[in-house]
């Protein structure tokens, strides 16, 4: 039997006092703000104790080999990056794992690095700090050149040993690109050596391939570059033309010599909910969700190209949906409800996956203490302060989630039905929830129906469905 586990969007930020935050008396956390966390769609402080969980639960399983689904890191920071391989080197020591990376859009920036600037603080009363990467900032605020986000380049010398170089004693490794074997060989002849492509394929237990595909692309945009990360596999096919020949010839090899074929990126590789049959297949969801997920054509192309399982990080759900053959499984993150990681165990011909609840999560509350002088003694603590679990404080962080962000973003109209007569709650603010827990979990059935039910909800207050 071969198996791996795979882990999607650690999203790691240096708790332990990078930044040029330490104070001298040990190592100091340096805590991302409540008010940042609140906002984003997913928890920072709580990526530490989580990948710890994950990776002792992994290793207490008695598996070996770990594919890092990109977002590894919390937006590619040197310090950032540093804590994660901390972390990998103790447990490639002590458990005789191996990682294997790639990188999502938080992890390197393209051919030039990131300037970025985040709010801190060492802990419980003491104030924010503004931390940033721009050297001319004035005081009170701290410059650090471990803030800013690296380079493409700069992010594939500091993860070369999880899989981007040759690694010692596997049966099998190759690039899209023959012998141009060296990190700073790999783009196609005549090709762009600023836009570099770190996808490889590794066979790391006898049969089993895995080809990790690097799925960041980058446009200039006002003297800048972006990622392309919404329909992130569009762009992949329209601008890395050697790619699916590439696909297609290593699809061929592995059914001639009787290799399992598993691939990973960090973005869907097919829409992650589909309805219909046939020609009527369509992918459904909220207009800001349709607008991250690639074509049907792109999956159809993968799977055409002899792709059969694809792995996915980025969007911070779990789940499953096949077409053509194809199957995109979601992994879900450590930091986002529901939580958890994924196995996959292959016997014979058979690929057995199981999508594993977040362990335990010690720690999982580190920064409360700092929340709570944060958001003041005034008034009912946070429902997320009140969790007693990590799973309760992801689905407490996704709840209010719903209010903050996905009801102005995807629903506007509905944001004046909430309140409900006799103090019973609100069927309105019950369907929203229930869309978008069923979604985060992967119940495509469900989530369907609640969205059928947002919607008629959105005619009735008078907005287009
Ligand atoms: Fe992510």
């Known amino acids: 039997m071969k198996n791996i586990a795979v882990v999607a969007d650690i999203h790691l930020h240096d708790l332990h006092g990078g930044y040029g935050l330490n104070d001298g008396q040990g190592r100091a956390f340096a805590f991302r703000t409540f008010e940042d966390t609140v906002a984003?769609?997913?928890?920072?402080?709580?990526?530490?104790?989580?990948?710890?969980?994950?990776?002792?639960?992994?290793?207490?399983?008695g598996l070996r080999d770990?594919?890092?689904?990109?977002?590894?890191?919390?937006?590619?920071?040197?310090?950032?990056?540093?804590?994660?391989?901390?972390?990998?080197?103790?447990?490639?020591?002590?458990?005789?794992?191996?990682?294997?990376?790639?990188?999502?859009?938080?992890?390197?920036?393209?051919?030039?690095?990131?300037?970025?600037?985040?709010?801190?603080?060492?802990?419980?009363?003491?104030?924010?700090?503004?931390v940033t990467s721009d050297e001319g900032a004035a005081p009170p605020a701290i410059a650090s050149p471990f803030m800013r986000g690296m380079s493409t380049a700069e992010a594939m010398k500091a993860m070369a040993d999880c899989g981007l170089v040759r690694p010692k004693e596997v049966f099998h490794w190759e690039t899209p690109f023959g012998d141009r074997t060296g990190l700073d060989e790999r783009y196609p002849p005549g090709g762009d050596p600023t836009q570099p492509d770190a996808s490889y394929l590794v066979e790391p237990q006898e049969g089993l391939w895995l080809l990790v595909l690097d799925a960041n692309v980058f446009s200039k945009v006002?003297?800048?570059?972006?990622?392309?990360?919404?329909?992130?596999?569009?762009?992949?096919?329209?601008?890395?033309?050697?790619?699916?020949?590439?696909?297609e010839d290593v699809a061929?090899?592995?059914?001639?010599?009787?290799?399992?074929?598993?691939?990973?990126?960090?973005?869907?590789?097919?829409?992650?909910?589909?309805?219909?049959?046939?020609?009527?297949?369509?992918?459904?969801?909220?207009?800001?969700?349709?607008?991250?997920?690639?074509?049907?054509?792109?999956?159809?192309?993968?799977?055409?190209?002899?792709?059969r399982w694809h792995f996915s990080g980025h969007m911070h759900v779990?789940?499953?949906?096949?077409?053509?053959?194809?199957?995109?499984?979601?992994?879900?993150?450590p930091v986002a409800y529901p939580g958890g990681y994924v196995i996959v165990q292959v016997e014979n011909e058979t690929v057995d996956i199981e999508t594993v609840s977040m362990p335990d999560t010690p720690g999982f509350n580190v920064a409360f203490a700092a929340y709570a002088a944060e958001t003041g003694t005034a008034g009912a603590p946070h429902p997320m302060l009140d969790a007693t679990t990590y799973e309760g404080f992801l689905e407490a962080h996704l709840r209010q989630l719903v209010i903050t962000r996905h009801l102005p973003k995807d629903w506007p109209e509905l944001g004046d039905c909430l309140d409900a007569p006799h103090g019973s709650p609100s069927p309105v603010l019950t369907a929203l929830e229930a869309y978008y827990l069923h979604r985060a979990r992967g119940l495509t059935a469900s989530a369907t129906d609640e969205l059928a039910l947002l919607h008629s909800q959105k005619m009735a207050f008078g907005g287009n469905a």
């Open 40 to 61: 984003s769609t997913r928890v920072f402080n709580e990526s530490y104790p989580a990948l710890i969980a994950t990776l002792d639960d992994i290793a207490r399983r």
């Open 318 to 333: 779990a789940g499953h949906v096949t077409l053509d053959g194809l199957t995109n499984i979601a992994v879900p993150s």
């Open 66 to 130: 770990v594919v890092l689904l990109g977002d590894y890191s919390d937006d590619g920071q040197p310090a950032a990056v540093a804590a994660l391989k901390e972390i990998l080197s103790h447990y490639e020591t002590r458990h005789d794992l191996r990682f294997f990376a790639t990188f999502g859009n938080h992890d390197c920036f393209g051919p030039a690095a990131r300037e970025q600037a985040k709010r801190l603080n060492l802990g419980e009363g003491r104030s924010r700090t503004l």
């Open 222 to 247: 006002e003297g800048g570059w972006q990622v392309e990360a919404n329909a992130a596999w569009d762009h992949v096919l329209a601008r890395r033309s050697y790619l699916p020949g590439w696909i």
């Open 252 to 307: 061929r090899r592995a059914a001639r010599l009787g290799k399992t074929l598993l691939a990973f990126s960090h973005y869907p590789a097919l829409p992650l909910a589909l309805s219909g049959k046939g020609s009527e297949v369509a992918a459904i969801g909220t207009p800001e969700w349709l607008s991250r997920m690639p074509s049907l054509e792109s999956g159809r192309r993968l799977a055409k190209a002899g792709l």
